[in-house]
């Protein structure tokens, strides 16, 4: 944890209840505990906070669960939960408030920071709050999408209740949410993918996705960086699309993915040093080919071999979920250089 949100979260702990009654209103305290239906403040009495306790570890003041789902915390998530705030500053704010601190006076140059790293430290966030993807609505979401096998996906969690505001005029909403890391060169968190899930009770009709405007979002700082399956050597395959990546991973799962988000930044994805080959996948559209025609242009710069890789369909999911596994292993053989196809795509 940022030591900003290590030091606010301990002066929380250290006046729980009075954060719990006011924040948590719908609940009430039993024993060392204060008992409410979730971090929302439902009423009800799944979710326990501890209100004694050390000042950090296991059982520290402050650390809430909830039973139900398995969410657990402290009191900033509490405050960000219940007040619908979506950037750690903001959180930071309301906590500074509720303790009554002053609020600091950052200098000129910190000031100039403050965007990025707010943005860059809620995604880290996010990320650590959510939860592993098996046996989640990430899971179902991508076994509809003919993605059965996950290996090396340690870069994608699930939250159930990830925040979306349509703009600014409009109260937040909570939808279940894949969250995918987005890390630079060093695997350092720099932003996350969130795409918004429809809830298990609308059933599985349309394509998974939540019935919003933009299920699809981003946040943090992505320029050159990229989603990661799998740690790159020598030869990586990058592409636009977590799904596209993904449905290639189910055909290649021993070579290392990178997902870039947009054909923008695929153009700028930055190169690891120890890269000699590069299989550029590429979506069937004019901005697909804008991105592949850029790419290959750094790459020759850099001396890195680039080879494309073109689905059959508008991209490698539609040809997943069309023609099946084999049939993509097979028409793969055909575009992977005859050394790779024995490396990565041998029985």
């Known amino acids: 944890m940022p030591g900003q949100a290590r030091e606010l979260a301990l002066r929380l702990a250290r006046e729980a209840e009075a954060v719990c009654r006011y924040y948590l209103s719908n609940g009430r305290r039993a024993g060392r505990y204060w008992l409410v239906g979730d971090v929302k403040n439902t009423p009800g009495r799944s979710m326990f906070v501890r209100l004694e306790g050390s000042k950090s570890g296991r059982g520290a003041a402050g650390k809430w669960t ?193 997902a870039a988000l947009s054909a923008a930044h695929l153009a700028a994805i930055l190169f690891p040093r120890t890269l000699r080959r590069l299989y550029i996948v590429r979506d069937d559209d004019p901005a697909g080919d804008g991105a592949m025609a850029e790419l290959v242009d750094r790459t020759r710069t850099a001396g890195i071999e680039a080879v494309a890789l073109s689905p059959c369909c508008d991209d490698f999911n539609d040809d997943l979920r069309r023609f099946g596994v084999t049939a993509l292993r097979g028409a793969l053989r055909g575009q992977v250089v005859s050394g790779d196809v024995t490396r990565f795509l041998s029985a």
Not at 98 to 117: G, H, I
Not at 162 to 183: N, Q
Request: aromatic share 6%.
């Open 66 to 258: 909830d039973a139900a789902t398995g969410e657990h915390g402290d009191l900033l998530d509490v405050i960000r939960e219940t007040c619908g705030l979506a950037d750690f500053y903001d959180v930071a704010t309301e906590a500074r408030r509720f303790l009554s601190l002053p609020r600091p006076e950052p200098d000129s140059a910190a000031r100039s920071r403050l965007a990025p790293a707010g943005s860059t430290e809620s995604a880290r966030r996010l990320f650590a709050m959510s939860h592993p993807v098996p046996g989640t609505l990430v899971e179902t979401y991508l076994r509809t999408r003919g993605i059965t096998a996950l290996p090396q996906t340690t870069s994608l969690r699930f939250h159930p209740r990830c925040y979306y505001r349509p703009d600014k005029h409009s109260p937040t909403e909570t939808w279940p949410a894949m969250i995918t890391a987005v890390t630079d060169l060093g695997g350092t968190i720099t932003g996350v993918h969130r795409t918004y899930l429809a809830p298990s009770e609308l059933g599985s009709s349309g394509n998974g996705k939540a019935p919003i405007d933009t299920p699809r979002r981003a946040m943090g700082h992505l320029l050159g960086n990229a989603v990661r399956f799998g740690a790159v050597d020598d030869v990586a395959a990058a592409g636009e699309g977590i799904e596209t990546m993904l449905s290639l991973l189910c055909a290649m799962p021993e070579m290392p993915m990178l």
